[in-house]
């Protein structure tokens, strides 16, 4: 038969030592997932805060690609934040749905459109202003997509209005006013 014996000391510093273990990797494993989630965003979009000149009417924008070859950056929508990824292939601006809400855009009229995924529909509507950095649109056509997850699409209805000139990695946006 076991006996009960009253805890000692070394008990208690050994339950006491297994808890500042314990404690001591949740620190670790809590602060290595905060340092790595920082690295992935910063890869998905190396523009967060992007900055640009304004000089002589001429606004201009440098964009760092992201590890997947595209050009992310942060920019607002009617002073909304938003994430952006610059589409040539796209006609329009394509806001998701949410960010839509968010943001206040009206829905105009529904219209079938042929995306990369097959054929969808969207409303139509339009920004008052976006930009991104030193760029500025104002009173500017764009979409509202239902299924669209993610980034908004920053596609030509904007970029048709501006120079673009990409060499090593980077994209200058120049932006005439």
């Known amino acids: 038969m076991k006996q009960n014996h ?4 070394e008990d ?3 339950r006491m030592g ?12 809590g602060a290595g997932t905060l340092l790595f989630s920082g690295v992935a965003d910063r890869k998905e979009n190396p523009n967060g805060a992007p900055t640009g000149t304004l000089e002589d009417r ?13 050009y992310v950056a942060d920019g607002t929508i009617d002073g ?4 952006m990824l610059l589409d040539t292939g796209a006609t329009s601006i394509v806001v ?13 009229r529904r219209i079938p459109v042929t995306t990369a ?12 202003r976006l930009a991104l950095g030193t760029l ?10 239902p299924n669209l997850e993610g980034a908004v699409l920053l596609g030509m209805s904007a970029l048709g209005a501006v120079e673009m000139t990409q060499r090593n990695g980077e994209l200058l946006i120049r932006q005439y006013r």
């Open 6 to 9: 009253p805890p000692s000391i």
């Open 117 to 128: 995924n097959g054929p969808a529909e969207v409303w139509t509507t339009r920004i008052d």
């Open 96 to 108: 998701p749905e949410d960010l839509a809400d968010r943001i206040g855009l009206q829905r105009g």
């Open 136 to 145: 500025e649109f104002t009173d500017i056509e764009a979409a509202i997509a």
């Open 18 to 29: 297994r808890g500042m273990l314990a404690l001591f990797w949740l620190i670790v494993l």
């Open 80 to 83: 909304v934040p938003a994430r």
């Open 12 to 14: 208690g510093v050994q």
């Open 58 to 70: 001429v606004a201009e924008v440098r964009l760092a690609r992201n590890s997947r070859g595209h």
